[in-house]
């Protein structure tokens, strides 16, 4: 199915098996933002103003939504706080396969996007893994990769 909202609007990392749904990047006149978002293992916040993350009311609703990271810009400097967080009430078994992404660090804004970027591929692959293995599903790693190239295939001609 091809749905030109997720064409149009989701910055793509290529080479990789990630679409990152930007809502501030989609128009108004999109109405299933909410529907993207809340599907989304993994959520990054931009711009939070605390380095105390209150998750517990800044957390994305919805059924998913596992990881949570936090980037905190800190002002005239070039540094930035990354912080992430799992959602309260897991399963016991994604919570432990998870519990290594859970951190805390100040790094230079240079490789903040690498670092968040690489952090939400992993603790997305964690979790789609973890819920697939509880469904009896088989990971589709390879159809989710070919549709990705061929979003890039169809970008680079326009």
């Given amino acids: 199915e091809n ?3 997720d064409d149009e609007n989701s910055p793509v990392v290529v080479d990789t098996m990630a679409i990152f749904h930007a809502v501030c990047l ?8 909410k529907r ?4 989304d293992m993994v959520h990054v916040v931009y711009g939070v103003e605390s380095l105390e ?3 517990e009311n800044l957390a994305i609703s919805g059924h998913f939504g596992f990881v949570t990271i936090y980037i905190t810009p800190f002002k005239k ?3 930035v706080q990354i912080s992430v967080h799992l959602k309260n009430g897991l399963d016991e078994s994604i919570r432990l396969a998870l519990e290594h992404v859970v951190r805390k660090v100040v790094v230079s804004r240079r490789i903040c996007a690498a670092l968040v970027r690489s952090t939400a ?3 997305d692959l964690i979790c789609r893994s973890m819920i697939q293995d509880k469904l009896g599903l088989v990971l589709n790693c390879e159809e989710r990769s070919k549709r990705i190239h061929e979003m890039n295939r169809h970008l680079k001609k326009t």
């Fill in 77 to 79: 400097t070039d540094l």
């Fill in 36 to 39: 993207h978002v809340g599907n």
């Fill in 121 to 123: 591929i992993h603790a």
């Fill in 26 to 33: 989609m128009p108004d006149g999109i109405t299933n933002r």
């Fill in 53 to 55: 993350i209150d998750h």
């Fill in 3 to 5: 749905n030109s909202s």
